[in-house]
Structures are given as structure tokens and as C-alpha cells.
């Protein structure tokens, strides 16, 4: 399982980024790096593109030893972990075109193993279209694996990325989910929201890259790219799981 996993999300990276090149004009850069301990990755980044002004693909496989404190957070017996997974954020020049994010990760920890992810959309100015577009896209692909999913997945989001100390929500939402146990069933509906993405958020993003926008526009997309990194300092499940392993 961990080598099928790691191998899709790989040609996931790959797909992604040629997908994202295919609008930008630019072309990511690949940093590889090593874990101590145990593992490493492959970072890509695209600075200062045709459309993006920075976006990042990342692809990680670790494993190792957790220290007792994180340990007893996680489901399954013993220390010993693997990991692999993707994360991406992606932030257009255009501040009418929105900020997307996505994470699609599997996990094993003793005996225990499971898949989590999800996709979130954040506008700095919202379009009823684009809205309606991100979750349709991700609503379909939900609902070959099962009616229940959408809904549940779609609630995790929202209840997920949120400022409790602001008040708001990150953004619109989108589908969220975890420990979900891993076997061919979950599997196939996991590559399958993974694979679905591109449809999601590029058709967004073509239709805003090109839009007019000021100064105006441009520092509220600033003031609401702050949101962003507070959430991802203080929230983020992903960053704290990195920071601890």
C-alpha cells in the first residue's frame, strides 16, 4: 500500500504542476531534501510566473520514530510511523483570483493505517460561479464513492478552516477528511479527489488571471493573505505534523 500511495502521489505532483505550467507559462523548480531520521521529498516552487505569484507542489515520504509526546495524538500502537504525502498552496498575482490549497496524505503508525486530505478554496473576492464550480467538481467525484461523503466532508472543511480568535472562515470551504481507514475502497476514493483538483480550481483560475485590478484590490488581498498565515501557524494540522516529526 505505501508504495502504491507514494507512486501516485508523485505522478499527482507531476500532473499538477504540468497542468498549472500549462496556464502560467513558467515552469517549477524542484528542490529535493532529506529528513533526518528518516525520509525526504521533493519541494517545487514557481515564483513570479505568468499567473502565480508564488505556488507550491511539495511531495514528501518520511518515516522514523515519533517522540512520546506527539505519539499519543495519533491513532495506532508504538512509535513507529511512515508518511507520505503531497500539500499545495497556490497564490495568483490577481487578487481576483482566488488562493487554493490542497492536501492528500497517507499515513501508518504501528498496525494502523489511513488516508486524509482535502481541497479548499479561499476568494479575496468572491464569485457565486466560482463557488458553485470548486464544490460541484468536488461534489461528483465525492459521490461516486458514496452519497454520505460530500456532506460529511464538506462539514470537516468548514468546521476546519476557520479563526476561532476572528470569528470567520478561511474561505469557502471545499472537503476535508481524516483517519479514514485505508483499504482498495478508500483507496480509489482517495486518487480519485486527489486526481480532481485540476478541475476544480483551473477553470477558476483562467477565468480571474486576466481581470483588471489597483491598488485597492491589491492590498486587501494582503490583509486577507494574513488570515492565510495565521491559520497556518496556529491551525494547521499539516504544519504542526511537520514541525513534530
Known amino acids: 500500500m505505501r508504495e502504491h500511495c507514494r507512486d501516485f502521489l508523485r505522478e499527482l505532483q507531476g500532473a499538477i504542476c504540468a497542468a498549472i505550467e500549462g496556464i502560467d507559462g513558467e515552469r517549477f523548480r524542484e528542490d529535493t531534501w532529506e529528513r533526518p531520521g528518516g525520509g525526504g521529498g521533493a519541494s517545487r516552487v514557481l515564483t513570479d510566473g505568468g499567473v502565480l505569484e508564488k505556488g507550491g507542489v511539495n511531495f514528501s515520504e518520511v518515516h522514523g520514530e515519533l517522540e512520546e509526546n506527539f505519539s499519543d495524538d495519533l491513532p495506532g500502537d508504538g512509535s513507529s510511523f511512515y508518511a507520505t504525502g503531497i500539500s499545495l498552496v497556490l497564490h495568483p498575482h490577481n487578487p481576483r483570483a482566488p488562493t487554493a490549497h490542497a492536501n492528500f496524505r497517507y499515513i501508518e503508525k504501528g498496525e494502523k493505517k489511513w488516508f486524509g486530505g482535502g481541497a479548499d478554496l479561499t476568494p479575496h473576492y468572491l464569485y457565486e460561479e466560482d463557488a458553485v464550480h470548486f464544490h460541484r467538481v468536488l461534489k461528483d467525484a465525492c459521490d461516486r464513492h458514496g452519497d454520505d461523503l460530500y456532506p460529511r466532508y464538506k462539514k470537516e472543511c468548514d468546521k476546519y478552516f476557520y479563526l476561532p480568535h476572528r470569528g470567520e472562515a478561511r474561505g469557502i470551504g471545499g472537503i476535508f477528511f481524516d483517519y ?6 478508500s483507496l480509489a476514493m ?14 477558476i483560475l483562467e477565468r480571474r488571471k486576466d481581470e ?7 492590498l486587501h488581498q494582503l490583509q486577507r493573505r494574513g488570515r492565510y498565515v495565521e491559520f497556518n501557524l496556529i491551525y494547521d494540522r499539516g504544519t504542526i505534523f511537520g514541525l513534530k516529526t
Open 212 to 218: 483588471a485590478y489597483g491598488e485597492v484590490e491589491r
Open 190 to 203: 482517495w486518487k480519485e479527489l486527489g486526481r480532481a483538483f485540476v478541475g476544480a480550481y483551473l477553470p
Open 180 to 185: 479514514v481507514d485505508a483499504d482498495e475502497s
